[in-house]
């Protein structure tokens, strides 16, 4: 599922501008409802609304036939969506601080499940360094033994296209 670019900030902007229920604008921004509400409920917010329009996220014809339906969902649009594919297959680009923490946990898990990838090829993946992968395979990285694996496909750390494309290719290498 593709979100919106900082979604946060295009559900406020949602809430604030659009008619749309919760629920919907949950869907779109991949929050839970009641993130949705917590936002909409919060006095003074922080951060600033996104218009997803001006961002070209969504058109003003999709918001118009979500109010109308309470079961219509926004779709984001297909330039957005390839956007975001070319992004994750390149390896590089912004971790969010949330998911920096787990970024050895995905490095080890990657370590476990695709032992034949070179440490520089799971650093770009992991938009790590060589260094840091290299010490974690060895088990000397000064952090290894609370070091918790998690699938960083899971986290939104890689895409499974790329963690395949990469594996894929380490394997013809190998022959």
Known sequence: MNYPYMPKSTALWLIENTALTFEQIGEFCGLHELEIKKIADAESNKMQGLNPIIHGQVTREDIERCEADPNARLVLREEIIEAQKKQNTKGGGYT?????QNRLGGILWILKNYPDLKDSKIATLMRSTKPTVSS?????HKSYSMIQI???IVLGLVSE???LEANAKAQKSDK
């Open 136 to 140: 974690i395979r060895n088990k000397t």
């Open 96 to 100: 969010p601080k949330l998911h920096r």
């Open 161 to 163: 296209s790329a963690l």
């Open 150 to 152: 998690q699938n960083p």
